[in-house]
Nanobody, 120 residues
Framework: QLQLVESGGGLVQAGESLRLSCAAS????????IGWFRQAPGKEREGVSC????????TYADSVKGRFTISRDNAKNTVTLQMNSLKPEDTAIYYC?????????????WGQGTQVTVSP
C-alpha cells in the first residue's frame, strides 16, 4: 500500500519560512513524480509544485515561483518543499501526492495533509 506522510507545517508570520517533508512508506518514491498541492478554506485544491521521478522536470505554480523550492532524495525516500517569504495567502492544508505521470496528473496516493498558517 502506498502511504505518504507530510510533516513540517505550522504557524508562522509573513516573510518567514517553513520546510515541508513528504515521506513514503511501503514503496519507493523513485518510481513516481511527487506533487505538492494545497487547499485553502472555501477554495478548490490547487497544484503548488511537481518534481518528476528523478528530478529532471520541476514545475511551480505562478503564485509560488521564486519563493518555493521542491527537491527530492530518493535514497531517503523523501520529497521536500522549502517555502520562503511566506504570505498570508499561502495559508492552506498542504498535501503531497504520488503520480505515475511526469507532471503529477491523476495522483495514485495522497498524504493526510499538514496545516500551514501564515499570519500577517
Amino acid at each position: 500500500q502506498l502511504q505518504l506522510v507530510e510533516s513540517g507545517g505550522g504557524l508562522v508570520q509573513a516573510g518567514e519560512s517553513l520546510r515541508l517533508s513528504c515521506a513514503a512508506s511501503g514503496f519507493s518514491l523513485e518510481h513516481y513524480a511527487i506533487g505538492w498541492f494545497r487547499q485553502a478554506p472555501g477554495k478548490e485544491r490547487e497544484g503548488v509544485s511537481c518534481i518528476s521521478s528523478f528530478g529532471g522536470s520541476i514545475t511551480y505554480a505562478d503564485s509560488v515561483k521564486g519563493r518555493f523550492t521542491i527537491s527530492r532524495d530518493n535514497a531517503k525516500n523523501t520529497v521536500t518543499l522549502q517555502m520562503n517569504s511566506l504570505k498570508p495567502e499561502d495559508t492552506a492544508i498542504y498535501y503531497c501526492a504520488a503520480s505515475r505521470w511526469r507532471l503529477c496528473q491523476t495522483p495514485v496516493s495522497w498524504g493526510q495533509g499538514t496545516q500551514v498558517t501564515v499570519s500577517p
